[in-house]
């Protein structure tokens, strides 16, 4: 079933925050291990899902699909409601015709990826991939944590999941 609570928006975005936060109480109290370890944890949880969301949205030609801003972009599927964070297929034919009375370039059909390889699409069935967020960018973020789990080094109790291959490869 579609995630329609934006799951992966919101571990992305509590990724960033909470490295942040561990970040902060580093350099404010150093020695405050007990917050800090508590800190690490919850930043190694949520570092092994994060690693799945960028697992189940890798492709090959990755870099060849064009990003779409994502502030403009949909942020949920047209047909199931579930949540649009990275990749997408977007409409890109003849609806264009369809609704250019009504000043619109497209249908603005957004499917994920799941509608679209069940066969759901827009009225002139034309839809072409389209990324919300560079790959690279994740990776960055994901070795960025990986770097900071690294430099709390063994002195705290918290475990950070190792860097899998992926992020080495691509980044």
């Known amino acids: 079933m579609p995630s329609?609570?934006?799951?992966?928006?919101?571990?992305?975005?509590?990724?960033?925050?909470?490295a942040r936060e561990l970040t902060l109480l580093r350099e404010a109290d150093p020695n405050n291990h007990?917050?800090?370890?508590?800190?690490h944890e919850e930043l190694g949880a949520l570092l092994e899902v994060?690693?799945?969301?960028?697992?189940?949205?890798?492709?090959d030609n990755d870099?060849?699909?064009?990003?779409?801003?994502?502030?403009?972009?949909?942020?949920s599927c047209a047909f199931c409601g579930g949540e649009l964070?990275?990749?997408?297929?977007?409409?890109?034919?003849?609806?264009?015709?369809d609704n250019y009375s009504q000043g619109q370039l497209d249908c603005g059909i957004a499917?994920?990826?799941?509608?679209?390889?069940?066969?759901?699409?827009?009225?002139?069935?034309?839809m072409s991939p389209r990324r919300l967020l560079?790959?690279?960018?994740?990776?960055?973020?994901?070795?960025?944590?990986h770097e900071l789990s690294l430099a709390l080094g063994d002195s705290h109790d918290g475990d950070m999941p190792p860097a899998n291959v992926y992020v080495t490869s691509f980044v």
């Open 34 to 39: 007990e917050l800090i370890s508590a800190k």
């Open 85 to 97: 964070f990275r990749s997408i297929f977007l409409c890109s034919g003849g609806c264009v015709r």
């Open 111 to 126: 499917l994920c990826i799941s509608c679209y390889i069940d066969g759901r699409t827009c009225k002139c069935t034309v």
């Open 4 to 18: 329609q609570y934006r799951v992966k928006e919101i571990v992305h975005n509590a990724l960033q925050s909470h």
């Open 134 to 145: 560079p790959l690279a960018d994740l990776l960055k973020l994901r070795k960025d944590v």
């Open 63 to 75: 870099a060849e699909i064009p990003i779409l801003d994502w502030g403009d972009s949909p942020k």
């Open 50 to 59: 994060f690693d799945e969301i960028i697992s189940s949205s890798y492709c």
